[in-house]
Every structure is written in C-alpha cells, then in structure tokens.
C-alpha cells in the first residue's frame, strides 16, 4: 500500500551542489510530474511525464532535469543548487485520462545556503 | 490558461459550526474541479472532483462543494466542523498535463 514514495525527506544543500530528489510509484500510472510548493503560491508544476520515455517542462523548469526510464521511477535533478530553489518539492502521479484526480508523495524540504 | 483563486488566506470557525471555503475559477469550456486537503508535513490528500453532472458533489471526511457556473465558484463546505478538519486546503483545477492550484486557504477550528 505504498503509493508515492518519497527520498529524502528533507536536505540542506550548499550553493551549487547538485543533487538527485527519488520519487517512485507502485500504482502503475502513466503520468508522473513534479511540484514545488512556496508559501502563498499553492504549487506550481516543474516537470511532468506521460508514460516512460517522455518527459515534458512545466511552469517552472529552469535548474531542474528529469528523466522517465520506467513506469515507476520519475526522479529530479538539481544540477547547481541556488537558494532560490530553496522550497518543498512533491512528486505526483495519476492514471491517464487528465480528470484524474493526482496521488501525492510526502515531500522534500530542500534548503539551499 | 486555466486558473482558480481562493480569495482567504484563513478561514477560522468554531467546532460544530458550518465551514465554507471559497474558490472561484476561470476556464474555457467545461472545468474539471477538485479540491486538496494537506495536513502538516504530508503531502496532498484527495477530497472531491467536479466532472460533469450534480452541482453538489460529496467527497471524504463529511465534505462537500457546490459548483455554481453563473458565479463560477466552487465553494468546499462542511455542515459541522471538527478540530480535526484544521488544515491547508486547495482548490485546483486538471489541464491536459497539469494541475492548477490556489494558492491555499489555511482553516482553523477552534475548540
């Protein structure tokens, strides 16, 4: 009964680190995407995927890679962290038609000095 | 584009008491409608959806929302409120391959 699986929980990182935020689903669903949530902005789509092998920008994608080689992993890169993307990120994913309604991981509190 | 707007930061209520949380939309054609509940430090849980069909749409823990297309709101409700129901709430509404949120209504029940 997992669900969306979120790793790590939190992490403090120093300007122009990289690193990788994990994300897997075991619901078999086709889209996967990834949010990020700032105060008094509700959440705003960084990066989202249709089905393995196909990735596609969001609303906020600048300093933020993904890459879909299964149906169930969908992880985020950090190439050179700045303290702008200090936020809480969160990987969602529903079954395709989009009036699904989106299953949430638990988040990552990432903070950037 | 899509949007929605929650025009309440907060929204604070007394147990027992009915709550309304305001949401109101703007969308070409037919709105697919949901609202989120997050609690601390989790991620966001499913209340209800607006497809099509009856305005009034019932989701989990005793929610409602009325969806009304003349005012283009969708208004979560409760007849009674709990304690428990103190949390973030958001409305949002499904594009092809995004969800649009606002940006939260933080509800507060108090004892």
């Not at chain 2, 930061?9 to 027992?16: I, L, M, S």
């Given at each position: 009964n997992a669900g969306v699986t979120q790793t790590p929980k939190f992490q403090v990182l120093k300007t122009g680190q990289s690193m990788t935020l994990q994300c897997a689903q075991d619901m078999n669903h086709e889209y996967m995407s990834w949010y990020r949530q700032d105060p008094g902005m509700g959440l705003r789509l960084i990066h989202y995927s249709v089905g393995a092998g196909i990735t596609d920008q969001g609303e906020v994608p600048n300093g933020y890679n993904v890459s879909r080689s299964t149906t169930e992993d969908f992880p985020l890169r950090l190439l050179s962290a700045a303290p702008s993307q200090t936020s809480v990120y969160f990987c969602a994913s529903s079954a395709v038609p989009s009036r699904e309604k989106l299953f949430f991981g638990s988040g990552t509190q990432l903070s950037v000095l | 584009a899509?949007?929605?707007?929650?025009?309440?930061?907060?929204?604070?209520?007394?147990?027992?008491?009915?709550?309304?949380?305001?949401?109101?939309?703007?969308?070409?054609?037919?709105?697919?409608?949901?609202?989120?509940?997050?609690?601390?430090?989790?991620?966001?849980?499913?209340?209800?959806?607006?497809?099509?069909?009856?305005?009034?749409?019932?989701?989990?823990?005793?929610?409602?929302?009325?969806?009304?297309?003349?005012?283009?709101?969708?208004?979560?409700?409760?007849?009674?409120?709990?304690?428990?129901?103190?949390?973030?709430?958001?409305c949002a509404v499904r594009e092809v391959n995004d969800m649009r949120f606002g940006a939260g209504t933080r509800l507060t029940v108090k004892p």
């Open positions: - | 899509q949007s929605v707007a929650q025009p309440e930061d907060q929204v604070n209520v007394a147990e027992g008491n009915p709550l309304t949380v305001k949401c109101t939309y703007s969308v070409s054609g037919n709105p697919y409608l949901f609202w989120y509940v997050q609690y601390p430090n989790r991620g966001l849980q499913f209340l209800l959806k607006y497809i099509t069909g009856d305005n009034l749409v019932k989701g989990s823990y005793g929610f409602e929302a009325e969806f009304n297309k003349s005012q283009t709101s969708f208004h979560l409700k409760k007849p009674s409120a709990l304690v428990s129901d103190s949390a973030l709430y958001f």
